[in-house]
């Protein structure tokens, strides 16, 4: 059986980092200058995160949304 977890990730120009959160999975929140090194910190901290709380983390698909916030000057 496999199980799907949203990943919500937004830019943070102020900080220079990507933030990841999941409603998903409880105390989930990881920051990396990449979008390629967020999706690869999701990787290795969720198995941890869902044995802690008592969830298998075999079979997993994983959604990421991304989100970024800009302010356009007006012309």
Do not use: C, K
């Not at 105390?27 to 290795?44: K, N, Q, S, Y």
Request: proline share 3%; glycine share 4%; aromatic share 6%.
């Amino acid at each position: 059986m496999s199980r799907s977890i949203t990943i919500d990730a937004r830019w943070d120009a102020e900080a220079s980092v990507w933030i990841a959160t999941s409603n998903d999975v409880a105390g989930l929140v990881v920051e990396a200058d990449t979008w390629p090194a967020m999706i690869e910190e999701v990787r290795l901290v969720l198995p941890d995160l869902l044995e802690l709380s008592g969830q298998r983390s075999d079979n997993l698909f994983l959604t990421f949304r991304a989100e970024e916030h800009l302010e356009i000057a007006g012309a």
